[in-house]
């Protein structure tokens, strides 16, 4: 390993003909022949600002016509955003649960009918499949198969 003096970068030796070369900008800065490692690390500490909209939903016209929310366009609770507005999620929670009354309950019957579906599939017993080709081989070692399950048992 090799430090070079009054700089942040590193050369490590291994068993490969490549040396490796780090720059560790807090053991220092980068020499004077590659000083735009400065200018990149500088731009990585920065932090960006947070302009994600997490707590926020996007919403086409049309579905706030649906929704019934038009009304609020251009009010402080619609942010106009390229073809559409943001809107905070509370309020599209409070007014989706207004607009749509039985949505939990379809929800609710869709879970339900899903976990029948799955209990029914799990509840049917697979067939064996013979094949055309060597039918006899194929309805003996079914029949052995069979009698070492029961034998196991």
Same mark, same amino acid.
């Given at each position: 390993m090799l430090n070079i003096p009054g700089s942040g970068l590193i050369c490590l030796t291994n068993d490969s003909p490549k040396i490796f070369v780090y720059y560790i900008p807090t053991l220092g800065n980068a020499p004077k022949w590659c000083t735009f490692l400065d200018n990149i690390t500088e731009e990585l500490e920065e932090k960006p600002a947070d302009t994600v909209y997490d707590d926020y *939903?996007?919403? %086409?016209? *049309?579905?706030?016509? %649906? =929704? @019934?929310?038009?009304? =609020?366009? @251009?009010?402080d609770l619609l942010r106009a955003y390229m073809h559409g507005y943001f809107m905070?999620?509370?309020?599209y929670n409070q007014a989706k649960s207004v607009a749509e009354p039985f949505a939990f309950a379809e929800y609710r019957k869709q879970k339900l009918r899903a976990k029948i579906d799955l209990k029914r599939e799990k509840s049917r017993v697979p067939l064996p499949i013979?094949? %055309?080709?060597? *039918?006899?081989?194929?309805e003996k070692l079914l029949h052995d198969e069979g009698d070492f399950i029961v034998n196991k048992k």
């Open positions: *939903k996007f919403l %086409t016209l *049309k579905e706030l016509d %649906t =929704l @019934g929310l038009s009304h =609020l366009i @251009g009010s905070d999620i509370r309020l013979v094949p %055309t080709v060597n *039918k006899e081989l194929a």
